[in-house]
């Protein structure tokens, strides 16, 4: 009955838009992020975009004029590379604590293996990130590091 509900207010217009996060699950929200990392379409080959609507469905409210903010950064922190050719990507929930899940995604990128901690809450707009974890730094670290 739920998803008849949700189909009905999709098609009514009133279901979440293409901006809204709603991810299930915290390895959804992950593999989507990878999503943007592939060798297929051209839009979904650049990198995660930095625009408001991407930061929406992505990050958490704290993060989000973080991402979209203009900078110039020397690589890419989702793959800890200036280019890209991932490998698989391997993603596991590694931790719940409180109101937070501590996702591992690893793949290997040009030969080299990256590591990263997804540090991700849910709220009412569905799983989003609220940080990323290297071995060196974080995404939020490194945003105000490289920012205008």
Do not use: C
């Not at 080959?45 to 990050?59: C, E, I, Y």
Request: charged letters at 25%; proline letters at 8%.
């Amino acid at each position: 009955m739920r998803e008849l509900a949700g189909i009905v207010a999709l098609l009514a217009g009133f279901g979440p838009g293409p901006a809204e996060a709603d991810f299930r699950t915290p390895e959804s929200l992950v593999r989507n992020v990878y999503a943007h990392y592939g060798q297929g379409a051209p839009e979904l080959s650049k990198g995660l975009p930095r625009d408001a609507a991407t930061a929406r469905q992505f990050f958490d409210p704290s993060l989000r004029k973080m991402w979209s903010a203009p900078r110039v950064e020397p690589y890419d922190f989702l793959v800890q590379s200036p280019s890209w050719k991932l490998g698989p990507v391997a993603i596991a929930v590694i931790r719940r604590q409180y109101d937070k899940t501590y996702v591992a995604a690893n793949f290997d990128n040009r030969g080299r293996r990256v590591t990263l901690s997804f540090i991700l809450v849910n709220g009412p707009e569905g799983w989003l990130i609220t940080d990323i974890e290297s071995p060196h730094d974080s995404l939020r670290m490194f945003l105000e590091q490289f920012r205008n």
